[in-house]
Nanobody
């Protein structure tokens, strides 16, 4: 199963972007999915996660993005979204999506290509 993140770009501080993560099939619909980001010289960090819809679809957020980012998922489209509002310079990073199970090493898998988000002043 492949994950393809898209929707990144260059945006001014205070602006918005919507990222999409499309899976090649519905395998990930039963997994908790997350959006991660990695800034230059920093470790990859989890910024938002969403449980499977059948389990209630609970959302969790890193403190740094709480109130500004919203994660959602559409099982019919095998897609996870990240709506990013009030973007800050420190949100600049490559954004990836993956299941938490793969990211944590609980199951085998790989990272897809991320999408670059650059916030300018």
């Amino acid at each position: 199963v492949q994950l393809q993140a898209s929707g990144g770009g260059l945006v001014q501080a205070g602006g918005s972007l919507r990222l999409s993560c499309a899976a090649s099939d519905n395998t990930f619909n039963v997994y908790t999915m997350g959006w991660y980001r990695q800034a230059p010289g920093k470790q990859r960090e989890l910024v938002a996660a969403i449980a499977p819809i059948v389990n209630g679809g609970r959302e969790t957020y890193a403190d740094s993005v709480k109130g500004r980012f919203t994660i959602s998922r559409d099982n019919a489209k095998n897609t996870v979204y990240l709506q990013m509002n009030s973007l800050k310079l420190e949100d600049t990073a490559v954004y990836y999506c993956n299941s938490l199970a793969i990211a944590d090493g609980d199951i085998a898998g790989s990272w897809g290509q991320g999408t670059q988000v650059t916030v300018s002043s």
